[in-house]
């Protein structure tokens, strides 16, 4: 899809687009890094309230799951690393993989959150491919992501 077309399908002039970005690239960008934020937001929402530790770390795994469910494309887009200027985009990233390790720490410990956060967010995205390509069958598996998620977590070791 070309900006031109971005333009057209929005409404707008075909050009308005251009007035806003330099060319598809930034605006895909700009789309992952306003989605890697809001993800952010919510994680920090989690991080900062009164739930469990494995409560808040469920509900992130969730929403980002939810994120892959219903907007595939903005997920793939999430996980991709930008072709325009990637620096909002890597500070952004950066920001909300420090709340996600903050919540897997609380389970964990500090010292162990990036190898256990890093072995959770790889299964949660490969429960999202899953999910995604009609592979995570109930009838198949007898589970779903959302069961698979809680087993995650339950296998996590508690910080001593």
Do not use: C
């Not at 992130?60 to 595939?72: D, M």
């Not at 390509?133 to 996590?156: P, Q, R, Y």
Request: aromatic share 4%; glycine share 6%; hydrophobic share 40%.
């Amino acid at each position: 899809m070309t900006l031109r077309e971005v333009g057209a399908r929005s409404g707008v002039s075909r050009s308005a687009a251009y007035r806003h970005f330099a060319d598809k690239e930034s605006l895909l960008t700009v789309l992952a890094t306003n989605a890697l934020s809001e993800l952010g937001d919510a994680l920090e929402v989690l991080a900062n309230s009164d739930d469990s530790a494995e409560n808040s770390l469920r509900s992130a795994l969730l929403s980002l799951i939810a994120i892959g469910r219903t907007r595939p494309h903005l997920y793939r887009l999430m996980f991709t690393m930008p072709a325009g200027d990637p620096t909002d985009a890597i500070r952004v990233a950066e920001r909300t993989q420090d709340l996600f390790l903050d919540i897997v720490g609380r389970i964990t410990g500090p010292q162990q959150a990036s190898r256990y956060g890093a072995l959770i967010l790889t299964s949660a995205h490969g429960i999202t491919g899953l999910d995604l390509s009609g592979h995570m069958d109930l009838d198949k598996w007898h589970t779903n992501a959302e069961e698979l998620v809680d087993t995650l977590i339950s296998l996590l070791p508690k910080a001593r």
